[in-house]
T-cell receptor, first 111, second 117 residues
Framework: QKEVEQNSGPLSVPEGAIASLNCTYS??????FFWYRQYSGKSPELIMF????GDKEDGRFTAQLNKASQYVSLLIRDSQPSDSATYLC???????????FGSGTRLSIRP | GAVVSQHPSWVICKSGTSVKIECRSL??????MFWYRQFPKQSLMLMAT?????????EQGVEKDKFLINHASLTLSTLTVTSAHPEDSSFYIC?????????????FGEGSRLTVL
């Protein structure tokens, strides 16, 4: 059973629009989450970390965490072609516990 | 921030040979490292958890005799693909969590692209 579930997409968004990526999780004990971005042929890179309910903003990115509903989302404002990538969510600090990633959501920004 | 370094970034080998991939945590100690494999247009698949000073824990379906993992120090884990075959061609990525930090961020190596001819 995967820890997180994401719509694999592809999600196509016009340049300049808001891209909305969602992730649901099964472990109610998860207290924090990371969002990673993975470009084709590259390894994942961290873009956001959120540990409390509500919103966290960083530049064009906003992460939202709703622990009651067990979902975390990532909004990308003013989407750029360079945002085209696969986005992965993952639970945060849990000692040395392994992380089994979901499929991630493939985002495509069309000019 | 913490860095995980992986080497080599790409390797081409003949079928039947063995290939070793190194994963190093450069500025933190990692008692546990994780090895993932990714085929084109597919998701990251966890292969095994590498434990410093003890045997690795393999995921179901991953052959431990084929994918040898050694975690001899707190900063180095190696993955050896033994008797490689074309179907082993893939993108291998290691990762480690800096448990001394407050966030528990999982850091990824640059990945190693293996092509078996």
């Amino acid at each position: 059973q995967k820890e997180v579930e994401q719509n694999s997409g592809p999600l196509s968004v016009p340049e300049g629009a808001i891209a909305s990526l969602n992730c649901t999780y099964s472990d109610r004990g998860s207290q924090s989450f990371f969002w990673y971005r993975q470009y084709s042929g590259k390894s994942p890179e961290l873009i956001m970390f959120i540990y409390s309910n509500g919103d966290k903003e960083d530049g064009r990115f906003t992460a939202q965490l709703n622990k009651a509903s067990q979902y975390v989302s990532l909004l990308i404002r003013d989407s750029q072609p360079s945002d085209s990538a696969t986005y992965l969510c993952a639970p945060g600090y849990r000692g040395d516990s392994k992380i089994i990633f979901g499929s991630g959501t493939r985002l495509s920004i069309r000019p | 921030g913490a860095v995980v370094s992986q080497h080599p970034s790409w390797v081409i080998c003949k079928s039947g040979t063995s290939v070793k991939i190194e994963c190093r945590s450069l500025d933190f100690q990692a008692t546990t490292m994780f090895w993932y494999r990714q085929f084109p247009k597919q998701s990251l698949m966890l292969m095994a958890t590498s434990n410093e000073g003890s045997k690795a824990t393999y995921e179901q379906g991953v052959e431990k005799d084929k994918f040898l993992i050694n975690h001899a120090s707190l900063t180095l884990s190696t993955l050896t693909v033994t008797s490689a075959h074309p179907e082993d061609s893939s993108f291998y990525i290691c990762s480690a969590r800096d448990t001394s930090g407050s966030t528990g961020e999982l850091f990824f190596g640059e990945g190693s692209r293996l092509t078996v001819l």
